[in-house]
């Protein structure tokens, strides 16, 4: 099965409400994301819940810590089974080296991606976390440790993809959230692109939460979204 190019973000409060909308959906149309409020309500039951009914799970707990206790988190992910995994790129090239070890030996290991900087800053945001370089240069700088550490991939926002694609190659994956389809809302996203645009900029998988779990019809709102991104 080729990988699904959209990823639906399971953030629910109501796991039934949750699986109301999975069990609408098939493997091959997407794949599903589970994130910190699921998993913090429902544990690795609902997980493998996902990963029994054949789809492809992005377990996004974001880790960061110190390397051995982000190893033992993702080793702990993929005996879950899940697809992918990720982890704060500024915890360090140590930590995400000791994520990448641990990793070694799963006949299907899960994808391994760092976040960059969350899509949800802005210039503004972004500034007063007091990096110095400009924010494009910064998650440049991150995804260039995250690949020498070497991960699979990262998470960006869809306008730093075409450079990503220009200086990382077009094996490395990138992963984009703060995906909204015209005239959606924006919500706490920032730096935003259509589906449609994201990827043509390079953009291999889209994460895309509300627009999709807070449509009147969720399914119909997935299969628009799906045909505006095949060319
Ligand atoms: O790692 C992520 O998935 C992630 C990283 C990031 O920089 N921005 C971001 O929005 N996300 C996640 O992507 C999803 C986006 O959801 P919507 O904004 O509802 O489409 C949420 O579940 C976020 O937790």
Known sequence: ???????????????QQALQLVDQLKPNLCGLKVGKEMFTLFGPEFVKTLVNKGFKVFL??????IPNTVAKACKAAAELGVWMVNVHASGGSKMMHAAREALEGYENRPLLI???LLTSMDEVAYSEIGFKRDLPEQVEHLAGIAKSAGLDGVVCSA???RR?????GTEFKLVTPGI?????????QSRIMTPEQAVVAGSDYLVIGRPITKASDPLKALYEISESIVS
């Open 1 to 15: 099965m080729s990988d699904p190019k959209i990823l639906v973000a399971l953030d629910y409060d109501n796991q």
């Open 60 to 65: 996004d707990l974001k880790f960061h810590d």
């Open 114 to 116: 760092a976040v960059t």
């Open 159 to 161: 306008w730093e993809a």
């Open 164 to 168: 990503l694609k220009e200086q990382l």
């Open 180 to 188: 909204r389809p015209p005239g959606s809302e924006i919500g706490d």
